[in-house]
């Protein structure tokens, strides 16, 4: 262990703090534990301005899964618009593997609320939206109460504790659908249309709900700032990974962390630390080990759209580029997914795939038919049909779609493609070992095949002209009616 890193065990929780407490969700407990205390000081000492650089220099980046510098997005706010200008609170965690937002949601509501109503100080907002993942009944009625609970006691609505600085925070629930937690895909949803992300530029933070200037950003990012304001940048600062000094582009990661652990592990759960903790350290340390005394043999480092760890690769820091250094799409969210070595690989890839068709919002041709093409190859396989030639199809489909590789409008197609690449590229003798042993007399077959496996493929049939018509065929000499033709076309 590097001895600047702090013990997982001495480590005092900050972003949890609060959990664990009877009545944390309360406003009541909240203000005993010091809460609101931050929000006072700075409406009356500090200007937006001055938050907005507090939080840039703290380098904190994005926790909903791409890491960008918070206070860098809130700077693309045009300074001279006259507004409004509007917080989306990207709480729509639907992300495989992840569910740190909810935890704070449901016991400290009001650390969600005070980093929101901070934040939007900071930005002049002058309305909030939390965009709230449907499934979570209980986060909402949980923040509804705590927002109920800051307009009694002045935190909210016009001239909050007598400053010139109004707010309202307006809960809006998500539709159940994974792409609403791409920003521009949320602020459609918000709008009231069909959640299908918008090209870039111009950026949310130009032209974004309503067509006003936007700031959208995550739960457990809000969280921070309160923490950033009230304890200052030094501290800060002082925790997690500090930018490479000979690589001017690191923004270095920065303050603590939420992993969530899950899969096959004792201790299943949601924890804090410092960001840049190993991977190892997470799964034994919080995670009490691979259950029933069996070993690693592959980990989600960040929940399923960033990929695969093997087991040799458990070393890796969890920061923002720890991951990417070994194939990885990112750090993501740090939903931390083991599977023990009892866990078959075609049934991981089949999962993957069927997730992200079904999630496919269908506005990019490369993600709708790629993701679509892709589970139907997996599920050839796993009937056991599958062909060796089938692997390299598979990772020239996952290669060609996505932001990274210029063919689509948002990250979903990303997220898709790199489970696809890191099973295949570091399992691979696991997925041909099975290609041979489930289709010995077909595995070396390279002419075209059905992409489903035993099933009765539907076939159209079609018998032109229709009843009473012509539309322009060619007529029979005898009749002067249109030719009759028949023709039935297998539906792959």
Not at 147 to 158: H, M, P, S
Request: glycine letters at 12%; hydrophobic letters at 35%.
């Amino acid at each position: 262990m590097d001895r600047d890193q702090p013990s997982l065990t001495d480590y005092q929780p900050v972003l949890l703090a609060n959990v664990g407490v009877e009545g944390s969700h309360t406003r009541a407990v909240y203000e005993a534990r010091g809460g609101y205390a931050t929000l006072r000081r700075v409406l009356r000492e500090c200007s937006p301005k001055q938050v907005m650089e507090a939080v840039r220099s703290s380098g904190l980046r994005g926790r909903g899964g791409a890491g960008f510098p918070t206070g860098l997005k809130w700077s693309f706010l045009p300074a001279d618009h006259p507004g409004p200008v509007y917080l989306c609170v990207n709480a729509d965690e639907s992300e495989p593997g992840t569910f740190c937002n909810r935890v704070l949601m449901e016991h400290d509501p009001h650390q969600v609320l005070e980093g929101t109503i901070l934040s939007s100080f900071a930005t002049r907002a002058s309305t909030a939206y939390i965009y709230l993942r449907y499934e979570y009944p209980l986060s909402l009625r949980r923040l509804q109460q705590a927002i109920d609970e800051c307009y009694e006691a002045g935190y909210l609505g016009r001239n909050i504790l007598g400053s010139d600085f109004s707010l309202d925070i307006y809960i809006h629930r998500g539709a159940a659908a994974y792409i609403c937690g791409e920003e521009t895909g949320l602020i459609e949803s918000l709008e009231g249309r069909r959640a299908w992300p918008r090209i870039k530029p111009p950026f949310p933070a130009v032209e974004g709900l309503f067509r006003k200037p936007t700031v959208v950003n995550n739960v457990e990012t809000l969280a921070c700032v309160r923490h950033i304001l009230e304890r200052g940048l030094e501290w800060f600062r002082s925790l997690g990974t500090p930018p490479d000094p000979a690589n001017p582009q690191d923004a270095g990661s920065l303050g603590p962390k939420l992993y969530c652990v899950s899969g096959h592990v004792r201790r299943p759960g949601c924890y804090e630390g410092p960001l840049g903790i190993p991977c190892r350290r997470v799964i034994d340390e919080w995670g009490g080990g691979v259950w029933k005394g069996r070993k690693v043999k592959a980990v989600v480092p960040g929940g399923l759209s960033t990929g695969l760890l093997t087991a040799d690769e458990l070393d890796v820091p969890m920061d923002f580029k720890g991951p990417v250094q070994v194939g990885c799409l990112g750090l993501g969210t740090a939903g931390v997914i083991v599977m023990d070595e009892t866990c078959s690989m075609i049934d991981f890839l089949y999962n993957s795939c069927r997730f992200f068709a079904h999630e496919s919002c269908g506005q990019c041709t490369p993600c709708r038919e790629g993701t679509s093409w892709a589970l139907r190859i997996v599920e050839r396989i796993k009937a056991g049909d599958g062909r060796l030639r089938d692997l390299d199809l598979l990772l020239e489909i996952a290669d060609g779609m996505g932001i990274i590789p210029g063919t689509t409008i948002c990250g979903l197609a990303d997220g898709a493609a790199w489970p696809i690449k890191n099973a295949i590229r570091k399992f691979r003798l696991e997925f041909e070992d099975f290609i041979r042993r489930t289709n010995p007399q077909g595995y070396l077959a390279t002419h075209p095949v059905p992409a489903l496996s035993g099933r009765a493929m539907p076939r159209l049939e079609i018998t032109w002209p229709p009843s009473g018509t012509s539309d322009g065929n060619p007529v029979t000499a005898a009749t002067g009616s249109p030719s009759p033709w028949r023709k039935t076309i297998p539906l792959e």
